[in-house]
């Protein structure tokens, strides 16, 4: 399943599927530097928590492979200069900030090495946490699927699949791993205004993997709630507090809210990585607000009038109360709170 690559590491430049021209056009952008990198971040080439801290990771490797034979001070400011631009690129996704952490940590444990070698460790460094979400994502999947019975109509918002990652998926990446254990599973993606993630990419993806979708549009998810239509709600995290709070695409609380209502179970599947154990709760977590062409309009329509004010928060925050469950890489939290998140980072 998943037979594309969201990102994709070729003779030092780094290949990014292009989100924004789905599911029209499949095309491959190239980059050669962080500053490249931060705008594709910026320009939602690529997005999704983890797809984003690992094109960042990336950002960081061709940067120092740019600068391989540049003098010691040159790399050093380039480098910090890198850092810099890559974490301005999104504030919200806590995986970005996570990846660059590490690319910082490793680049300081090798900083005695020639710049040619620092270059080299950063890549390999790289490529390790790709690999590594892969790996994740695939373990969060069989956690998830079992809390899926057969014949399983499932809800999505935004799209957490393998566009979102590196590959396999969180949110989709349940479903997946249920459909690859034998279960009949079927998906509603709402299309997940403004930018419409669910309609462009969670529909194609699971298109091309042949497993059942049904579009709706957002306003559509309690009606079908409340007929009976939806038996869970599984969706991606861009953040999630110490708590439990979840900060995920706008219109999640909402969703959540609805679910709650309805007796729906609402599960959250995330990496560890998504977990900021720093903030307490979710009124800490910045939320990010984009440009109001996304609001007004999608591409070359506009709809709105002109010089109407616009308000375009792309996230939300849905307190743990309303997450049945968070799934990860390390199991199942049910009914999340500041002590069970505790003792699941304790994990090993």
């Not at 997005?47 to 010691?72: D, F, S, T």
């Not at 007929?227 to 695409?249: F, P, S, T």
């Not at 990010?288 to 109407?308: D, H, K, L, Q």
Request: charged share 20%.
């Amino acid at each position: 399943m998943a037979g594309f690559d969201t990102l994709r590491w070729r003779d030092g430049r780094l290949e990014m599927l292009d989100q924004r021209a789905l599911p029209s056009v499949v095309n491959y952008l190239t980059y050669t530097s962080a500053a490249e990198v931060a705008a594709g971040i910026r320009d939602m080439v690529v997005r999704g928590a983890p797809a984003i801290g690992c094109a960042a990771a990336y950002g960081v490797a061709l940067e120092a492979h740019r600068l391989r034979a540049a003098n010691v001070h040159e790399f050093k400011t380039s480098m910090d200069a890198a850092f810099k631009i890559l974490a301005a690129s999104r504030p919200t996704a806590v995986n970005l900030f996570w990846a660059l952490e590490r690319m910082r940590e490793h680049w300081r444990s090798v900083s005695s090495s020639t710049q040619a070698q620092v270059a080299n460790h950063l890549i390999a460094t790289a490529q390790d946490i790709h690999s590594a979400d892969i790996a994740a994502n695939r373990s969060m999947g069989g956690f998830g699927a079992a809390l899926l019975r057969d014949g399983a109509r499932v809800l999505t918002h935004c799209n957490a699949g393998a566009l979102a990652t590196t590959g396999h998926g969180t949110a989709l990446g349940v479903i997946r791993s249920a459909v690859e254990a034998g279960k009949s599973i079927s998906v509603f993606a709402d299309e997940t205004r403004p930018f419409l993630q669910g309609a462009r990419l969670t529909a194609w993806e699971l298109m091309q993997d042949g497993i059942p979708v049904t579009l709706i549009a957002d306003n559509a998810a309690a009606f079908l709630m409340s007929r009976g239509e939806i038996d869970a709600v599984i969706v991606g995290a861009d953040r999630v507090a110490a708590n439990g709070d979840v900060a995920n695409k706008i219109g999640t609380y909402g969703v959540a809210v609805v679910a709650n209502r309805h007796g729906i179970p609402f599960y959250v599947a995330a990496p560890i990585s998504t977990i900021d154990s720093s903030i307490t709760n979710g009124k800490e977590i910045p939320i990010e607000e984009r440009s109001e062409n996304e609001v007004t309009g999608y591409g070359a329509i506009r709809w709105a009038p002109a010089g109407v004010a616009v308000r375009n928060p792309v996230f939300d925050v849905t307190p743990a109360e309303l997450v049945t469950a968070l799934i990860t890489e390390r199991g199942v939290v049910h009914a999340p709170d500041t002590a069970k998140l505790k003792a699941h980072l304790a994990v090993n």
